[in-house]
């Protein structure tokens, strides 16, 4: 297996959901220059993805990329896929939240502006916890270094 795709359900984009998982500029882990890069871990191995999407937010199709030489074993191949739907949202049904949205008028601009968008959800526990600590310091969302002190 060295790529496969997804079908998320609509609306679906893949540019907004990226966007809300990197949470800032300076991720170095969640890459985006079109595509979206990153390292996941499966079967004990690091590989690299690259997913892009194509059709419409209505037609969504993502192309996943898996990089690096070799081959994957079926359990390497389930173990990236599972990764990559939880990790962009991709089984995440937010249709009750859009008929909610829609019927307030205070909501529904926020609505329509970041329609596609899916909840992202980390790996795992470990990079979570990570996560929510390079980002909770005004500091580090600078770039600056945290203080030790």
Same mark, same amino acid.
């Given at each position: 297996?060295?790529?496969?795709?997804?079908?998320?359900?609509?609306?679906?984009?893949?540019?907004?959901?990226?966007?809300?998982?990197?949470?800032?500029?300076l991720n170095?882990?969640?890459?985006?220059?079109?595509?979206?890069?990153?390292?996941?871990?499966?079967?004990?191995?690091?590989?690299?993805?690259?997913?892009?999407?194509?059709?419409?937010?209505?037609?969504?199709?993502?192309?996943?990329?898996? %990089?690096? @030489?070799?081959?994957?074993?079926? #359990?390497?191949?389930?173990?990236? !896929?599972?990764?990559?739907? /939880?990790? $962009? *949202? =991709?089984?995440?049904? %937010?249709? @009750?939240?859009?008929?909610?949205? #829609?019927?307030?008028?205070?909501? !529904?601009?926020?609505?329509? /502006?970041? $329609? *596609? =968008?899916?909840?992202?959800?980390? @790996?795992?526990?470990?990079?979570?916890?990570?996560?929510?600590?390079?980002?909770?310091?005004?500091?580090?969302?600078? *770039?600056?270094?945290c203080s030790?002190?």
């Amino acid at each position: 297996m060295s790529s496969f795709d997804l079908r998320p359900g609509a609306p679906y984009r893949l540019d907004l959901t990226v966007w809300a998982l990197r949470r800032r500029g300076l991720n170095r882990i969640d890459r985006w220059d079109g595509a979206y890069r990153r390292g996941l871990r499966a079967g004990g191995a690091v590989l690299g993805i690259r997913v892009r999407q194509s059709g419409s937010s209505r037609d969504p199709v993502l192309h996943v990329e898996v %990089l690096g @030489p070799g081959r994957r074993g079926p #359990d390497q191949a389930s173990e990236l !896929r599972s990764q990559v739907i /939880r990790l $962009l *949202g =991709v089984d995440v049904d %937010l249709a @009750p939240f859009y008929e909610l949205a #829609d019927a307030d008028p205070r909501t !529904r601009p926020l609505e329509e /502006r970041f $329609l *596609g =968008v899916r909840p992202p959800r980390f @790996p795992g526990l470990f990079e979570a916890l990570v996560n929510a600590v390079a980002n909770s310091s005004s500091r580090s969302r600078s *770039g600056s270094p945290c203080s030790t002190a």
